[in-house]
């Protein structure tokens, strides 16, 4: 009886580390920049880490050009939806219509492959910088995958760009460290 306990228990740790373990390949060869999470009231929304392909020295905008992965790892439920109109909100901030307009269908594309997330779901959104590709991802299964550098640099300012970002905080929290390897 005690060894089918101890079976079970060793089993359950093994399924919930998978996850984890699985996103590992989707970041391998790549650093962690920095972490940090967006709180809204008193709630905790979601952690995201930033991973990057070795910085080149003296390279002074940093992300450009660079293969990296935003993870996303959810604390409470959110409709797509939601997620849909917060980053439409953002990407208004950032640019203006005109300029939106030109990456409207790999924008709109991106967001139609948006699923509800529940508590400790994880979203990836990488970028290869060899193929010039961005991939969505919900908990490892791939959603979407988007040719397009211009489209990278403009979606991953959701989070990544000084101007405006969807927090100034998580901003700081991923770049900085980058920035300061940028400078090496």
């Known amino acids: 009886m005690r060894q089918t306990a101890v079976l079970i228990w060793t089993l359950a740790l093994f399924l919930m580390s998978l996850p984890s373990c699985l996103s590992a390949?989707?970041?391998?060869g790549m650093t962690l920049q920095g972490s940090g999470?967006?709180?809204?009231?008193?709630?905790?929304?979601?952690?995201?880490k930033l991973y990057t392909e070795p910085v080149p020295p003296g390279n002074a905008s940093v992300l450009t050009g660079l293969s990296r992965c935003l993870?996303?790892?959810?604390?409470?439920?959110?409709k797509a939806q939601d997620m849909i109109k917060a980053a439409e909100k953002v990407l208004a901030r950032q640019y203006n219509a005109d300029y939106l307009n030109r990456f409207r269908e790999q924008i709109?594309?991106?967001?139609?492959?948006?699923?509800?997330?529940?508590?400790?779901?994880?979203y990836s959104l990488c970028y290869n910088a060899e193929d010039e590709t961005t991939t969505l991802s919900l908990n490892d299964s791939s959603l979407v995958t988007i040719s397009s550098?211009?489209?990278?640099?403009?979606?991953?300012?959701?989070w990544l760009s000084p101007d405006q970002p969807i927090d100034?905080?998580?901003q700081?929290?991923?770049?900085?460290?980058?920035?300061h390897q940028g400078e090496s």
Not at 71 to 78: A, E, F, K, M, R
Not at 149 to 158: P, S
Not at 172 to 179: F, G, I, Y
């Open 25 to 28: 390949a989707v970041t391998d």
């Open 37 to 48: 999470k967006i709180r809204y009231l008193m709630f905790d929304v979601y952690r995201a």
């Open 71 to 78: 993870i996303l790892s959810y604390d409470v439920d959110i």
């Open 108 to 122: 709109d594309q991106l967001h139609r492959s948006y699923r509800p997330v529940t508590t400790g779901d994880s």
């Open 149 to 158: 550098r211009d489209f990278a640099e403009i979606y991953f300012g959701i």
């Open 168 to 170: 100034e905080k998580l």
């Open 172 to 179: 700081q929290q991923l770049t900085e460290p980058l920035r």
